[in-house]
């Protein structure tokens, strides 16, 4: 609407007036002056009619001309404005795109944002992410934008193949007419590839219908800088694959040492952890802070490796199994963000728990949580170190010590979860 407006109108944007400003200034105010010059002082001189003719021929001509000149500096002004607000609008995608796959967490989510930035950035039908596990291997469909995109894959999907390993073996952006581009069924489609660290990762490739006419230089050479970013992006989310990869086996490795450490409380961790994710999702925690708090609640006893088998059951002992896990967790960057809910997670929301005597809000919500589920699982499990309460007791001592020992807020998540079912007695006997 707003480029109709700006073509509509001469006067619809500020270079638009300012050109007319100037060519009235400098070209009709002149032209006006001379001829009432001509008509005052200068045709009446002139004796024969021809020479009063070629006169006016002369000022008309440059009257013509000045025209002439005006109009195709509007029109290049109009264009140049468009071109600008063309770079400009890639120019902002292209930014937003940048921002968003920064943020990807693995490579379909990569993949969704990169082809619906392509869709943007050259007013494309359909866009097509296509990946490979290695050189000469066939492409896989990674993520596809757009109306009956994963159809026209399905027909057209040589032909997509055949653009994206042209892209790829010439190593630069390719376009492919698809048809003449006329035709219910004409396209154009141009594919990039997405760099890689020894061989390209793939090719994005972006397919239009031929009504919009080809694709423009600036917006192949604005698909190439979106291919740079979710190259970095893939490798990111790669890399973070490989970190939770890294992260959830060796959890589990120590969470099973730390079982046979012990010799009693079998389960316990990923009891607690169960319990705590439940009440977790209760709460309203995304899926980042969910993670935090399964894996804080798998080693809050990981300061118990610490500590000799004879002297695991000896109270005073066992305190120090806090501080422990804090600075085991502490060096380690990967596990640094636990640090704080392994801490604190025995302090009670009344102050009068340990290491740290916090109280209330000043204990790490996830510390919070894990105290209750904690306590909640050494009472009523079997296969705690200690005599186990029924069902119905324990229930009733959580809601005993609620306000002193534990936070209400949780409590009140965890008893509208025991009413739901969700969290009932197979749980404390899962593992």
Same mark, same amino acid.
């Given at each position: 609407?707003?480029?109709?407006?700006?073509?509509?109108?001469?006067?619809?944007?500020?270079?638009?007036?300012?050109?007319?400003?100037?060519?009235?200034?400098?070209?009709?105010?002149?032209?006006?002056?001379?001829?009432?010059?001509? &008509?005052?002082? =200068?045709? *009446?001189?002139?004796?024969?009619?021809?020479?009063?003719?070629?006169?006016?021929?002369?000022?008309?001509?440059?009257?013509?001309?000045?025209?002439?000149?005006?109009?195709?500096?509007?029109?290049?002004?109009?264009?140049?404005?468009?071109?600008?607000?063309?770079?400009?609008?890639?120019?902002?995608?292209?930014?937003?795109?940048?921002?968003?796959?920064?943020?990807?967490?693995?490579?379909? $989510?990569?993949?969704?944002?990169?082809?619906?930035?392509?869709?943007?950035?050259?007013?494309?039908?359909?866009?097509?992410?296509?990946?490979?596990?290695?050189?000469?291997?066939?492409?896989?469909?990674?993520?596809?934008?757009?109306?009956?995109?994963?159809?026209?894959?399905?027909?057209?999907?040589?032909?997509?193949?055949?653009?994206?390993?042209?892209?790829?073996? &010439?190593?630069? *952006?390719?376009?492919?007419?698809?048809?003449?581009?006329?035709?219910?069924?004409?396209?154009?489609?141009?594919?990039? *590839?997405? *760099?890689?660290? =020894?061989?390209?990762?793939?090719? %994005?490739?972006? =397919?239009?219908?031929?009504?919009?006419?080809?694709?423009?230089?600036?917006?192949?050479?604005?698909?190439?800088?979106?291919?740079?970013?979710?190259?970095?992006?893939?490798?990111?989310?790669?890399?973070?694959?490989?970190?939770?990869?890294?992260?959830?086996?060796? /959890?589990?490795?120590?969470?099973?040492?730390?079982?046979?450490? %012990?010799?009693?409380?079998?389960?316990?961790?990923?009891?607690?952890?169960?319990?705590?994710?439940?009440?977790?999702?209760?709460?309203?925690?995304?899926?980042?802070?969910?993670?935090?708090?399964?894996?804080?609640?798998?080693?809050?006893?990981?300061?118990?490796?610490?500590?000799?088998? /004879?002297?695991?059951?000896?109270?005073?002992?066992?305190?120090?199994?806090?501080?422990?896990?804090?600075?085991?967790?502490?060096?380690?960057?990967?596990?640094?963000?636990?640090?704080?809910?392994?801490?604190?997670?025995? &302090?009670?929301?009344?102050?009068?728990?340990?290491?740290?005597?916090?109280?209330?809000?000043?204990?790490?919500?996830?510390?919070?949580?894990?105290?209750?589920?904690?306590?909640?699982?050494?009472?009523?499990?079997?296969?705690?170190?200690?005599?186990?309460?029924?069902?119905?007791?324990?229930?009733?001592?959580?809601?005993?010590? /609620?306000?002193?020992?534990?936070?209400?807020? =949780?409590?009140?998540?965890?008893? /509208?979860?025991? &009413?739901?079912?969700?969290? $009932?007695?197979?749980?404390?006997?899962?593992?």
């Amino acid at each position: 609407m707003a480029g109709s407006a700006r073509q509509g109108s001469i006067f619809a944007q500020k270079l638009d007036r300012t050109a007319f400003t100037s060519y009235f200034l400098g070209a009709i105010v002149p032209l006006v002056a001379l001829a009432f010059i001509v &008509e005052r002082f =200068v045709l *009446p001189s002139l004796g024969e009619a021809r020479l009063a003719l070629g006169f006016i021929a002369v000022v008309l001509s440059l009257a013509v001309l000045s025209l002439g000149s005006f109009l195709v500096l509007r029109r290049t002004i109009r264009q140049s404005l468009r071109q600008i607000d063309g770079d400009n609008k890639r120019l902002k995608l292209l930014l937003n795109a940048s921002q968003h796959l920064s943020s990807a967490q693995d490579e379909s $989510d990569a993949a969704a944002m990169t082809a619906r930035c392509a869709f943007d950035v050259v007013e494309g039908s359909r866009a097509f992410v296509l990946t490979r596990d290695a050189p000469g291997s066939a492409f896989q469909l990674l993520h596809a934008t757009g109306d009956g995109a994963d159809k026209l894959f399905e027909k057209r999907e040589s032909e997509l193949h055949a653009v994206a390993n042209l892209a790829l073996s &010439e190593g630069r *952006p390719v376009i492919h007419g698809g048809e003449g581009g006329r035709g219910a069924d004409g396209i154009a489609a141009t594919a990039v *590839p997405i *760099p890689g660290d =020894v061989s390209p990762l793939g090719a %994005l490739v972006v =397919v239009r219908d031929a009504a919009p006419g080809p694709f423009e230089p600036a917006q192949v050479d604005s698909l190439g800088m979106l291919v740079g970013l979710a190259s970095v992006a893939f490798r990111h989310a790669n890399l973070q694959d490989a970190q939770r990869n890294f992260f959830t086996h060796v /959890t589990d490795i120590i969470v099973m040492a730390l079982d046979a450490h %012990l010799g009693y409380h079998t389960g316990h961790p990923h009891r607690v952890a169960q319990l705590s994710n439940r009440i977790g999702r209760e709460l309203g925690f995304d899926e980042h802070r969910l993670e935090r708090l399964h894996f804080g609640a798998l080693l809050h006893d990981i300061g118990m490796l610490k500590l000799d088998r /004879t002297l695991q059951k000896n109270r005073l002992t066992c305190r120090s199994h806090t501080e422990l896990g804090y600075r085991m967790l502490q060096r380690i960057r990967l596990w640094r963000d636990l640090a704080p809910i392994v801490h604190h997670h025995h &302090e009670w929301y009344d102050g009068s728990g340990y290491p740290a005597g916090l109280a209330g809000e000043a204990i790490p919500i996830g510390s919070r949580i894990i105290g209750l589920c904690e306590a909640f699982d050494t009472m009523t499990s079997s296969k705690s170190y200690k005599a186990p309460l029924s069902w119905d007791d324990g229930l009733q001592e959580v809601e005993r010590c /609620t306000g002193t020992q534990f936070d209400p807020d =949780v409590v009140r998540a965890f008893m /509208t979860l025991v &009413e739901r079912g969700d969290i $009932d007695p197979t749980i404390v006997e899962s593992v």
